[in-house]
């Protein structure tokens, strides 16, 4: 009989202690400062209190919930926005999933020419901050309407775009979609993959048709896909600010995240809470719906793995003018956004675009007053200011790269390892949730939590430690996502013949689980870095001077109008996220497909 | 010896807040040679800035005094929201703000005892006293603007006509939503209403027929109902706006006169309205403020009067539109002296504008929405 010490000490497996070890943190980065936002929401604060007769600061209220959903302005004020959201958080998710899910067939499944370079290149959208594309589209397609210089495409043709074409939901929906369709790629691309191609001969030797294939073994099997790639992209359409903003103003087309926006800038955190918790209430809502659908259908895929590879299907004749149509395709999200930021970082006269105004002075140039901009600023390369915060980028990026990945291991192995329970359950879903929080919120929760000392944790204000912890909560879910579905393809087989070897089991996670998947991980690592670099509004409340970043230390150029340094920031950073691409699929083998799980 | 000198610290900050209370003249008695030295000492500070000139008076100021400034540039919100943390947690980071959107900074931040005012000697000297406290960096123009290749003169003389046909899908204007100080200057016209009021009555002939409660919010409804067309930025405006070669070119509305700076860098033709009633535009202070918890008050102080100089405000001087309160500004070529532009521009109520502004930006987001 066993004593109850040692009953303890058996139910006390590593990934118990590692699980209840993870809850506990993540308990207190994302339950805590989701509680914080929603008491924030039925609090008074300060320049509400004139609207809210009677009331004082820090007193508890339900005006900010009566006015937003119940008020008699909550149609303008709340409903009319929400409508536009889901139109473009819906609209952009399908056309993401078109364009990604067309891709992912024709390089997966058919003998598309240029599949390698196709393959490369689909991601780079993502890459590219979102605001590229709202930029150029302004450029190509702007009318009479927003004045100024015309449009490219009016010049050229002489046809001049209607509003709805311009601006509003059209082209929010068109860009968003643009830019979030390589998460579409990659996932569907990762599970047409995936498929065993013995299932689809067997139906066919059955004499089923390709259409009866397609519906009945292939929709199926990449429809947990599917899901995960609409969940991901709605989510961010719900939350995404920038470019609804900019595209929708002049049409007075406006989103949620306004509402968001303007409260916090009218000093109405109250009411501007309310809006983040209900993206997140949404987010929710379409993560149940995931779980709930395809729950119990994900483990389909996993189980398929090295079956034979299907045959390629011919295009016959619409093989090479497809494969130019897509690289036409691709080089005009790409190469135009990024040869419009381009081409104002080397005008010395902005908007005059001619070889004699050529130069070099924004990049190289001296810290000069009466040339061009006449910005006094040294060139890009030659400017240790913004060199250093190139650097800080650099350094949080793959900081928080690493962090993101380990975890990214352990909580996947601990959540596989212990699948069924309820707590497996909850780190599953307690580690997505901030990918759904409101990055602007949730920089301001960290500032207002981490600013003090709260018992065991020090103050960690101006550090270092402040910036990365921020930023791993915040990308934890694509690492978690990539080391869920490693885990999942690594039977439990292999970890229990080591058990019976006596490997323990630290050597068990260094000889075993970490090799076996070690690509995937890596590409877990992408995603993180990527989004680091070019990380905003979760930030800038929370940078000091000596952790200026790329991102925040680029504003002071913005907000003056001297574009050509802002945008040579960027191409710097999109040249640096390229590469360490490029240089990670080299070297690792990582594939972007594996960083979201597919 | 460091002990003792963190035990008096609160009782010298109670003192300062006290003197900063009483006004600029109780500062003359401070030994300025001491604060100087001290400054030296210190040799260290660190400023928020909503606006990156503050960036190039800094590094001038480093190169004159030694002393490290630390610039940290944020938006109007962001600035407030993190010094107002900070304040609430009791961090020592920051040692003077250079702030826009007065009324939310001196809610969230003089009110509470997290910033006070200090008046530097040349501006207790040089300064109007309405200038000392708080005490005002300077004067930003927020003004109406038109394309001069189509219209020789000003195009309008009254804010009611930007509401009428004429202008429909026209008008360019900054969200108010996402601008402070568009809804700090919407309060003017709620307290003013009677004038706008009048506004309207002079350029009908009839007496304004209003939904909403006061003529300054009847304004802001009829002219969203007019199709406006609403920006991000300001710099995008003044291209707008400006750009040769438009047959119809839009109209500015409340876009920073200092964009005027790039008329001749982008080849712009474009103007301010001196003949819009009854109001040119509005304008609003850039306030300087001392942490109340500032590790280096000294250097800040420093800084301030430094600022307060002829040669400290030089970065905010090199575009119209820009004004320091010291009298010895010499105006930007081609623009008009501060006086005549107080005389003819809106400022508004502190202390009316942050009770009312949320009923700017509610109406505002009533009726944004096409």
């Known amino acids: 009989m066993r004593t109850a010490v040692q009953r303890f000490r058996l139910t006390l497996t590593p990934q118990r202690v590692l699980a209840v070890m993870f809850l506990i943190v993540l308990a207190y980065l994302v339950l805590v400062p989701l509680f914080v936002m929603l008491q924030e929401t039925f609090t008074v604060h300060p320049m509400e209190r004139f609207q809210i007769p009677g009331s004082m600061p820090g007193d508890l209220t339900t005006a900010h919930w009566e006015r937003t959903f119940f008020g008699p302005d909550s149609y303008a004020f709340f409903y009319r926005p929400l409508i536009n959201t889901l139109i473009v958080a819906v609209g952009l998710s399908l056309l993401a999933l078109v364009i990604g899910g067309s891709l992912a067939w024709l390089v997966v499944r058919t003998n598309l020419p240029f599949k390698g370079l196709i393959s490369n290149t689909a991601i780079i959208p993502y890459v590219m901050p979102s605001w590229t594309l709202a930029l150029a589209w302004i450029a190509l397609f702007k009318n009479q309407r927003l004045g100024g210089q015309r449009g490219i495409f009016e010049s050229l043709t002489g046809v001049a775009t209607p509003d709805w074409f311009a601006y509003g939901l059209f082209p929010i929906i068109i860009t968003l979609a643009l830019h979030y369709f390589p998460f579409g790629f990659m996932l569907i691309g990762g599970a047409i993959r995936n498929i065993d191609a013995q299932l689809e001969e067997s139906a066919e030797l059955l004499g089923a048709g390709r259409m009866t294939i397609l519906r009945r073994i292939v929709f199926p099997l990449v429809l947990p896909a599917i899901f995960s790639t609409f969940l991901l992209t709605f989510s961010r359409g719900l939350g995404t600010f920038g470019t609804p903003h900019f595209l929708g103003g002049p049409v007075r087309e406006f989103v949620l995240s306004t509402s968001l926006y303007a409260n916090l800038i009218g000093q109405r955190p109250g009411i501007g809470y309310l809006a983040a918790v209900v993206m997140i209430a949404l987010g929710v809502l379409v993560l149940y719906m995931d779980h709930r659908i395809i729950g119990a259908r994900r483990s389909f895929v996993t189980i398929s793995g090295k079956g034979a590879r299907a045959g390629a299907v011919d295009l016959g004749r619409w093989r090479l003018p497809l494969g130019i149509g897509v690289l036409v395709f691709l080089f005009s999200v790409i190469a135009v956004p990024i040869g419009a930021l381009a081409i104002d970082t080397v005008m010395l006269r902005p908007g005059q675009y001619s070889l004699e105004n050529f130069t070099l002075h924004y990049w190289i140039g001296d810290a000069a007053d009466r040339i061009g901009l006449a910005t006094g600023e040294y060139g890009i390369l030659r400017n240790s200011q913004l060199m250093g915060a190139l650097g800080n980028t650099l350094q949080l990026a793959s900081v928080v790269a690493l962090i993101c990945g380990v975890l990214g291991v352990l909580i996947g192995y601990t959540v596989v390892r212990l699948r069924g329970t309820v707590i497996a359950k909850l780190l599953d879903q307690l580690s997505f949730l901030p990918y759904l929080m409101p990055s602007i919120a949730l920089g301001s929760i960290f500032l207002a939590l981490f600013a003090v000392s709260r018992g065991p944790i020090p103050s960690l204000y101006g550090t270092f430690w402040l910036l990365m912890i921020a930023c791993v909560v915040s990308y934890l879910p694509y690492a978690v996502k990539a080391g869920i579905g490693a885990m999942m393809q690594i039977g439990p087989e292999l970890e229990e013949a080591a058990i019976m070897a006596g490997a323990s089991w630290w050597t068990r996670m260094r000889r075993i689980i970490f090799p076996v998947q070690k690509s995937s991980y890596f590409s877990g690592m992408l995603l993180p870095f990527i989004s680091v670099t070019r990380e905003l509004s979760l930030l800038i409340l929370l940078v000091t001077p000596a952790t200026q970043l790329a991102a925040t230390i680029t504003l002071r150029y913005t907000d003056r109008g001297w574009y050509p340094y802002t945008n040579g920031m960027v191409l710097l950073l999109i040249v640096i996220v390229i590469s360490a691409t490029m240089l990670s699929r080299r070297l690792m083998k990582t594939d972007l497909a594996k960083g979201l799980g597919g | ?370």
């Open chain 2, 1 to 370: 010896m460091r002990n003792r000198r963190s035990i008096h610290r609160p009782w010298l900050v109670a003192l300062a807040t006290c003197v900063a209370l009483a006004g600029g003249q109780a500062l003359a008695d401070e030994d300025w040679a001491a604060i100087e030295a001290a400054a030296l000492d210190e040799g260290n500070l660190t400023v928020y800035s909503t606006t990156s000139r503050t960036v190039t008076a800094a590094e001038a100021f480093q190169a004159m005094t030694g002393i490290q400034v630390e610039v940290v540039r944020l938006g109007e919100q962001d600035l407030i929201e993190r010094a107002y943390q900070e304040g609430r947690a009791g961090v020592r980071n920051v040692d003077m703000i250079v702030v826009e959107d007065w009324p939310a900074a001196k809610e969230l931040l003089a009110n509470t005892g997290y910033f006070v005012n200090y008046v530097p000697p040349n501006a207790a000297e040089r300064f109007e006293p309405r200038y000392q406290d708080p005490l005002v960096l300077g004067f930003i123009n927020r003004i109406f603007g038109f394309n001069t290749e189509k219209h020789d003169t000003d195009p309008f003389t009254n804010v009611w006509e930007l509401t009428m046909p004429e202008y429909s899908g026209r008008v360019m204007i900054r969200d108010v939503g996402i601008t402070g100080e568009h809804q700090n200057a919407f309060t003017e016209w709620i307290r003013r209403s009677d004038e706008i009021e009048a506004a309207y009555t002079e350029l009908t002939g009839e007496p304004l027929e209003m939904t909403e409660p006061n003529a300054g919010l009847e304004w802001i409804r009829r002219f969203l109902q007019n199709d406006p067309i609403i920006m991000t930025s300001d710099t995008r405006i003044g291209e707008a706006v400006g750009a040769r070669g438009q047959s119809d070119p839009p109209y500015g509305m409340f876009y920073v006169f200092s964009k005027h700076r790039d008329i001749p860098t982008l080849d712009l033709a474009i103007r301010e309205s001196h003949a819009m009633t009854p109001t040119l535009g509005y304008y609003f202070p850039i306030v300087l403020q001392l942490s109340a918890n500032a590790r280096n008050p000294n250097a800040a102080k420093l800084f301030m009067e430094y600022l307060t100089t002829i040669e400290g405000f030089g970065p905010w001087a090199d575009s119209p539109g820009v004004y320091t309160p010291n009298p010895d500004q010499v105006p930007f070529e081609g623009d008009m002296p501060w006086a005549w532009w107080e005389e003819r521009l809106w400022g508004y109520d502190i202390d009316f504008a942050v009770q009312h502004r949320g009923q700017v930006l509610d109406t505002w987001l009533r009726y944004a929405q096409r």
